[in-house]
């Protein structure tokens, strides 16, 4: 769709007075998607009211790739990419690879990308969340609906041998606290984590030892705050935990091996 220079002004414009802090990159973004000037305009009025700019765009970029996200699925932070990145050191090809609370398959589609050759599988207990994961993992992976380890074949049992949870870790008490794109646009059950924000990495924990192949490993995005505890959680439930941080994008993963070899 070819623009004028007033129309660009204009949506820089009303974005700025929206509030959005990035006005120009947004609307490059906006005028870059939209196919037609009814949906630009459709898509500015969404965006000026407060929808989180990946869910007007319908993507969200995520280490170079371009995930598909929708209305009623969490959307992947960047932050998220050093979750990805560190599961990507651990798998080879033909690893049986797990990726837990998916959302959208952001995790999980990058995996595939840089990893040839995965057996690859995602889960999550929202619907619209794994209709989307699928959507953007296409043929590279199954994808199957349900809470946690219940969602999974049981024949992946002592099987996996990379974990990822990307589990909702924000206190309850938090939640309102949370910026508005977050908190009334994307699922309660995405962001609520209980009463300190361990509780859903409490049951992942619990589990792994059964899920995990012998040497393999459980890795779980978390605060800073939280990292202390999160490891107490790894090693009450028999796995060795270790901490790994990234400053530039405030990422805090905590890895837990189950011990003995294959």
Known sequence: MSVSLATTTSLVTRLRAAGCVFAEDEAELL??????????DTMTRRRCAGEPLELVLGWAGF???????SPGVFVPRRRTEFLAERAARLARP?????????????VATTLAAAVPGLDLHAADIEPA??????????????????????ALPSALRGRIDVLVANTPYVPT??????????????PLVTLDGGADGLDVQRRVAAGARSWLAPGGRLLVETSERQAVRSMAVFAGAGLIPRLVRDEERGA??????????R
């Open 252 to 261: 805090h993963v905590v890895i837990g091996t189950r011990p003995g070899r």
């Open 173 to 186: 008490s938090e939640i309102p606290l949370l910026p508005p794109e977050a908190r009334d646009h994307e």
């Open 31 to 40: 005028l870059s998607t939209a196919r037609t000037p009814d949906e630009l």
């Open 94 to 106: 033909g690893s049986v690879v797990v990726d837990l609370c998916c959302g959208s398959g952001a």
């Open 129 to 150: 969340a794994v209709r989307c994961a699928r959507r953007n993992l296409g043929g590279a992976g199954r994808v199957y609906e349900g809470d946690l380890y219940a």
């Open 63 to 69: 280490l170079g790739l371009r995930i598909a996200v």
